[in-house]
């Protein structure tokens, strides 16, 4: 009883879950079918189950490498990187000749000390601002670029318009471009509150997008579908713009040159992927250090520190990434007094606003992610009821429609990534919200063609899941 992970014809992972939950009823000492449930998982982004079984594999038999392998890459999933580095030892010790395993060591090794480097570093000195050192007043753009230049400093509509027209032919923004977009960006999120409130009058709707994930084709056709964003015409993106999709860079410079342009009606929240761990594995550190340099990621680091971490609209529907909290009693005013700009901790509200899913049955559980929590109607409930509120927006998760409408309507997702890393075939979806009566429209639209760059082009080497 064994599936074919290597090219999964269907991508079912859902199916491969649950046959291999039935023959491990059947026969739950057998470690191979936890492993290969573990990959499973790992393929479906439930990292803290992925984590679990390979465990009780290696419980099981502890000899048995593939359950290393698979824990290592849960662990690396988790950005717990010396927990990794450990069974990646073990491997290396019992096949010293594993070219894949020694090369998969060396990397993990290689950032666990930078880590520590970068620990010692942060605590002896206050860490300087990227912006300090930056002269982009002088920085020269070269005769020979012909692409979208700002004007007088400033984002235009005609910039915004040639600047995706550029992108489409995957050409690329001039770097002194980049860090102008960036510098204002910053400037400007900075004086945003964590939790964002805005009003809409009832003739007023506005178009609410979940992950987008690097693939700029489908936002490109997003725009399309509904309109390029103006003030007649608003719109949120509810996180995760980057990594995963290989056009990570063009996303988030045009989402962050439409915020620019329109900073009242375009509104972007922080993602659990605006973050420095998920970009070092997924792929957009890569991405902009093969773009650009390593200092511009380390000024995209710093932006997304002060992204907001919410939105309520007219005081009765509130939208954040992930979802509800590992405990009850948090009010709206608990997420104004969230101090954002930094990395997110391991817990508590910041943590779970980015992470968090909801699960059908009442109660709270351990996440499926191995971060934050599942909560269930009953959570959803009372937060709604404390806080005078109708209904919750988040993204966050996979959806085959590309939204879904849960706890008795009061929870709802939408992912605007569709066949989403090449493989999921789900659709995306975005939504109209009405100032007139705040129910929630659904809309999907399916894939576009986008060049041949595959997802996760530019991650970390140890993501690469195809291995053993």
């Given at each position: ?112 000390k930078q880590k520590a480097f970068e620990r010692a570093i942060a605590s002896d000195e206050i860490k300087k601002s990227v912006v300090d050192s930056l002269d982009i007043e002088n920085m020269t753009i070269e005769d020979d670029y012909v692409g979208p230049k700002l004007e007088d400093g400033n984002v235009t509509v005609k910039f915004m318009e040639e600047m995706m027209e550029w992108f489409k032919d995957q050409k690329k923004l001039h770097r002194k471009c980049a860090y102008q977009i960036l510098v204002q960006v910053k400037d400007l999120l900075a004086k945003l509150p964590s939790l964002v409130e805005i009003t809409l009058k009832e003739t007023e709707k506005i178009t609410i997008c979940g992950d987008t994930h690097g693939q700029f084709y489908d936002l490109l056709n997003i725009f399309k579908l ?243």
């Amino acid at each position: 009883f064994l599936i074919d992970f290597s090219e999964q014809k269907n991508k079912d992972y859902e199916n491969a879950i649950k046959y291999y939950s039935e023959a491990l009823e059947l026969n739950p000492s057998n470690a191979i079918y936890y492993s290969n449930r573990s990959l499973a998982y790992l393929r479906t982004e439930c990292y803290g189950y992925a984590l679990a079984d390979a465990t009780k594999a290696l419980e099981i038999d502890k000899n048995y490498i593939k359950g290393y392998y698979r824990r290592a890459t849960s662990n690396m999933a988790l950005g717990k990187f010396k927990a990794a580095l450990k069974d990646y030892e073990t491997v290396v010790r019992v096949r010293p000749n594993d070219k894949d395993a020694k090369m998969k060591y060396q990397e993990c090794n290689k950032i666990v000390k930078q880590k520590a480097f970068e620990r010692a570093i942060a605590s002896d000195e206050i860490k300087k601002s990227v912006v300090d050192s930056l002269d982009i007043e002088n920085m020269t753009i070269e005769d020979d670029y012909v692409g979208p230049k700002l004007e007088d400093g400033n984002v235009t509509v005609k910039f915004m318009e040639e600047m995706m027209e550029w992108f489409k032919d995957q050409k690329k923004l001039h770097r002194k471009c980049a860090y102008q977009i960036l510098v204002q960006v910053k400037d400007l999120l900075a004086k945003l509150p964590s939790l964002v409130e805005i009003t809409l009058k009832e003739t007023e709707k506005i178009t609410i997008c979940g992950d987008t994930h690097g693939q700029f084709y489908d936002l490109l056709n997003i725009f399309k579908l509904n309109g390029l964003p103006s003030e007649s015409n608003p719109y949120l993106f509810n996180g995760d713009f980057v990594d995963r999709g290989s056009f990570s860079v063009e996303v988030i410079l045009t989402l962050f040159g439409f915020k620019l342009l329109y900073p009242n009606d375009f509104h972007l929240l922080r993602g659990n992927h605006e973050t420095d761990n998920m970009n070092q594995m997924y792929g957009f550190e890569g991405e902009v250090k093969a773009k650009y340099t390593a200092q511009m990621f380390q000024l995209f680091s710093e932006v997304f520190q002060w992204l907001p971490l919410a939105q309520c609209i007219n005081n009765k529907v509130l939208i954040m990434h992930g979802g509800l909290f590992s405990e009850d009693g948090i009010t709206l005013d608990d997420l104004r007094k969230i101090e954002r700009n930094r990395q997110p901790p391991d817990s508590g509200p910041m943590c779970d606003l980015l992470w968090s899913d909801p699960q059908p049955q009442s109660g709270r559980s351990i996440s499926k992610r191995g971060v934050s929590c599942q909560f269930g109607p009953d959570v959803t409930e009372r937060f709604l009821e404390q806080n005078k509120l109708d209904y919750i927006v988040r993204s966050h998760e996979v959806k085959a429609e590309g939204y879904e409408v849960t706890h008795s309507g009061k929870c709802v997702t939408v992912f605007s990534a569709p066949n989403y890393c090449d493989q999921m075939g789900n659709k995306g979806a975005y939504i109209h919200l009405r100032g007139a009566d705040l129910k929630p429209e659904f809309h999907q639209f399916t894939a576009v063609p986008h060049p041949n760059v595959k997802p996760m082009a530019y991650a970390n080497t140890l993501m690469q899941l195809g291995m053993m």
